[in-house]
C-alpha cells in the first residue's frame, strides 16, 4: 500500500478540515488502481494548537520544526494566512524533496503564484489552490470533514508544472468533495474581488453605519432584523486575515468598490421613483436567481 505523506502548514479552520477530509477518504483507488493511504503532518509554532490538531483527528502526528515537518512530504500544504505563504515557502524550500508537490489554500493568487515560482527549485512543482468555502469561526475546533463537499476549488498552476502534479492535487479536492475549477491567478483574484472580499467589506461597512446610529439612539440594537444579521454574519471573520486578503488583492477590490459605489450613486437617484426602484429591485432578484441556479 503507497503511503502518502501530506504536511500541512497551519491546522487552523481550513487545514484542520483539510486533515479531517482526507483522513475521511483514508483509501480510495487512484488512476493506477493502486491503493492511496494518507498520512497527515500537522506543522505550526504553537504546540497547545497542534496537540488540540491530533486530539480532534485532523493530523496523525505533529511538529513545530518547519524543516523536519517537509523533508519526507510528498505533498505540503500551507493552509497558513495569505501574507506568511510566500515567506514560509521560502523557509521551507531548501529542505523540501525532490518531486514534492506545494499547493496553498491562498484566497488570493496572482501574487502568491508569482512570487513563488520566481523561488522555486527545480525538483519541486507549485500547484496554487483557493478552496472557496469557510466560515466566520475560527481554529481547528470548528474543523469540518464536509467542509469541502460541493465546494468551488479553484486551481492555479504554473504554465510549466507537470500535468501529473495539477492532477494530483486536482485529484485530492475532489476525494475531498470539491469542485475542480481552473483558472489563471489574475482571472481568479479579479472574481473573487467582486464574489468574495467585496462582500466582507461591505458587511463590515454595514455593521459600522448601524453602530453609530446605535451610539446614539440604543433602540438600534433593538431592531436588527434577519436581514441584518445574515448579511453581517461574515463580520465574525478572523480580522487579521481579511485584512491581509484584501490587501493583496488591493487593486482589484478597489475597482469592485468603485463600481459598488457607482451602482449605490444610481440608486440614489432613483429613490425619488418608485418604478424604477422596482425595476432595480426586481432585475436585482432575477440576477440573483440566474447566479444561483
Not at 49 to 72: C, P, R
Not at 93 to 110: N, R
Request: hydrophobic share 45%.
Amino acid at each position: 500500500m503507497k503511503v502518502t505523506k501530506v504536511a500541512i502548514i497551519g491546522v487552523g479552520l481550513i487545514g484542520g478540515s483539510i486533515g479531517l477530509a482526507l483522513k475521511r477518504n483514508f483509501k480510495f483507488k487512484i488512476l493506477n488502481s493502486k491503493s492511496l493511504t494518507y498520512r497527515i503532518i500537522g506543522i505550526g509554532r504553537h504546540i497547545e494548537k497542534l496537540k488540540l490538531a491530533k486530539k480532534f483527528g485532523a493530523i496523525d502526528e505533529f511538529t513545530t520544526d518547519f524543516k523536519s515537518g517537509v523533508k519526507d512530504a510528498d505533498i505540503v500544504v500551507l493552509a497558513s494566512t495569505v501574507d506568511t505563504i510566500v515567506p514560509i515557502f521560502k523557509n521551507i524550500a531548501p529542505y523540501l524533496k525532490p518531486g514534492c508537490i506545494v499547493t496553498d489554500a491562498g484566497s488570493i493568487k496572482a501574487g502568491i503564484v508569482n512570487r513563488i515560482s520566481k523561488i522555486l527549485p527545480k525538483s519541486v512543482h507549485f500547484v496554487g489552490a483557493h478552496p472557496l468555502a469557510g466560515s466566520e469561526k475560527t481554529g481547528v475546533r470548528f474543523a469540518d470533514s464536509d467542509l469541502y463537499k460541493g465546494a468551488a476549488i479553484v486551481i492555479t498552476p504554473l504554465k510549466n508544472t507537470p500535468l501529473a502534479s495539477i492532477k494530483t492535487i486536482s485529484g485530492m479536492w475532489k476525494k475531498m468533495g470539491g469542485r475542480v475549477i481552473m483558472l489563471s491567478p489574475e482571472v481568479h483574484d479579479n472574481l473573487v474581488a467582486r464574489t468574495s472580499h467585496l462582500p466582507h467589506i461591505l458587511s463590515a461597512a454595514l455593521t459600522k453605519i448601524v453602530n453609530n446610529i446605535n451610539s446614539k439612539n440604543k433602540a438600534a440594537s433593538k431592531l436588527l432584523a434577519g436581514s441584518f444579521k445574515d448579511m453581517t454574519r461574515i463580520t465574525d471573520s478572523d480580522s487579521e486575515n481579511w485584512a491581509a486578503i484584501c490587501f493583496g488583492n488591493m487593486l482589484e477590490l478597489n475597482k469592485a468598490i468603485n463600481e459598488y459605489i457607482e451602482i449605490l450613486k444610481k440608486v440614489k437617484v432613483e429613490l425619488n421613483s418608485p418604478k424604477k426602484l422596482e425595476v432595480f429591485f426586481s432585475e436585482s432578484k432575477k440576477n440573483r436567481c440566474q447566479l444561483l441556479q
